[in-house]
């Protein structure tokens, strides 16, 4: 009886785990200065002056291959579970006339 009741137990977990919804994380807008720009990464102080680490793996890479230290950036993505750092899904570059554009 014991052995049937643990696999009851863990079918049980098993099915919950598989249909809970998962935690969505809110979205998340920065605007700030690169300083410094890698690969996969870059690094955008804030307005507030807090450095932010941000993974490019999921934005287009032609929205920030074109990026300098110093260009001003705005954005948007998500936090990593870790909160580490902000997983970028749009950047946006200032452009000279105080808009935002996504052409290098």
């Known amino acids: 009886m014991r052995r049937w009741a643990r696999r009851w137990v863990v079918a049980v977990l ?34 507030q002056g807090q450095s932010i680490v941000v993974d490019l793996m999921q934005a287009d890479q032609s929205t920030y291959r074109a990026l300098r230290v110093r260009d001003w950036v705005l954005v948007d993505g998500t936090l990593s ?19 935002w554009t996504q052409a290098p």
Request: charged fraction near 20%.
């Open 81 to 99: 579970p870790d909160g580490r750092q902000l997983i970028a899904r749009d950047i946006w570059r200032e452009d000279s006339r105080g808009g």
């Open 14 to 47: 098993a099915l919950l785990a598989t249909t809970a919804p998962a935690t969505a994380w809110p979205p998340v807008r920065i605007v700030g200065e690169v300083q410094w720009v890698a690969a996969t990464r870059m690094a955008v102080m804030t307005q």
